[in-house]
């Protein structure tokens, strides 16, 4: 059997970047995105119709 060295919690860069990035910071990563699509493809209508029928889900 081979011998591997043991593992630490020593947290390096690199297993830092391989993590789950908090829900803020992904939310600013796609929103420029998401604007940019809405302005391209004029989904403003869209997007109120989604927005109304979740209020009308969360409002039951």
Avoid at 4 to 21: F, I, K, N
Wanted: proline residues 5%.
């Amino acid at each position: 059997m081979a011998q591997t060295a043991p593992r630490t919690l020593v947290r390096t860069r690199e297993s830092r970047r391989q993590g789950r990035r908090h829900p803020a910071v992904a939310t600013l990563m796609a929103l420029p995105l998401a604007v940019l699509l809405l302005l391209v493809f004029d989904g403003w209508e869209t997007v109120a119709t989604q927005a109304s029928s979740v209020g009308v889900v969360l409002g039951r």
